[in-house]
């Protein structure tokens, strides 16, 4: 019994009959095409909580990794293609690890050379991601967010791409080539200006944003949008809002997920103001 326990210790279990806490999916890398999903990646600080009101106090091996994108693990191989929701964001800085009393993390880290950026760079493998889910990335600070860009950008073949909750403002620097269906929902877009140049896009959703006017929208008059999404955004309130999409998108057949009506083909009335004279 004695030895059981220290074995359920040292694996970082206890013998209680608290459930788990849900680990948030968002930080982990989920490879596709496999049972097995390791999880490289902890979110807490030191401590696993398993329930609400229990916490231990020593840390798990994993913490190690915590900080870590997936292709800064060593002894493994896998591409950034055959991932499905891998975390990108970059860690604290140091700076940051000092003042959070994290300093032993300092230490682990080394100095990266030349020819190990140009090995991360091509285990990536970006260029060749056909269907990628960048969700939930939690971009906190500026660097992370500079280096969630240089990423997109080189998307030059993601077919499906979902960023989903990323507070996004403007990806109008970011060309799409060969996206079909782009999910940019719940994030801070205020226009489609700032939208990246998707050419071949035939699902858009814009669902949870900020976007006020229709304006800007003509410019996917040219594409091949079949679906598009724009509930919860200040532009659905505008009068006769249907009938000004559908007519700036002659291609469209779904808006907000109810397929193209009959009277929202009718072009949007002109209104014309009668003033009324009294001829003496």
């Not at 496999?34 to 490289?40: G, I, K, Q």
């Not at 880290?109 to 889910?133: G, I, M, S, Y």
């Not at 499906?160 to 996004?168: G, H, I, M, T």
């Amino acid at each position: 019994m004695q030895q059981q326990d220290m074995s359920e210790r040292s694996s970082g279990l206890t013998s209680s009959s608290h459930k788990p806490c849900k680990i948030d999916p968002s930080c982990c890398s989920t490879q596709r095409d496999t049972r097995a999903v390791p999880l490289l990646l902890s979110q807490n600080r030191g401590v696993l909580r398993h329930s609400c009101d229990s916490e231990l106090p020593f840390p798990l091996p994993s913490d190690s990794f915590k900080y870590l994108n997936w292709c800064d693990i060593e002894d493994h191989d896998v591409p950034g293609d055959q991932l499905y929701c891998p975390r990108v964001r970059e860690g604290p800085t140091d700076e940051e690890l000092f003042f959070r009393g994290e300093e032993l993390l300092l230490k682990k880290r080394k100095q990266v050379t030349d020819t190990e950026k140009w090995q991360k760079k091509l285990q990536e493998n970006w260029a060749n991601c056909a269907e990628l889910n960048l969700s939930f990335q939690d971009l906190g600070d500026l660097y992370q967010v500079e280096n969630f860009q240089r990423i997109l950008q080189r998307l030059i073949r993601v077919e499906k791409l979902w960023l989903v909750d990323n507070s996004l403002t403007d990806l109008s620097a970011i060309r799409l080539p060969r996206c079909r269906e782009l999910n940019v929902s719940k994030n801070y877009f205020t226009s489609f200006k700032q939208l990246p140049k998707i050419p071949q896009i035939q699902h858009l959703s814009l669902a949870e944003n900020n976007i006020m006017t229709l304006s800007g929208i003509s410019d996917f008059r040219h594409t091949p949008l079949e679906s598009l999404i724009l509930k919860r955004n200040p532009c659905e309130f505008q009068e006769r809002y249907r009938q000004l999409v559908f007519s700036s998108l002659p291609n469209l057949k779904m808006l907000d997920g109810i397929p193209k009506l009959p009277e929202d083909c009718s072009p949007p009335k002109i209104r014309f103001l009668f003033r009324m004279c009294t001829i003496l």
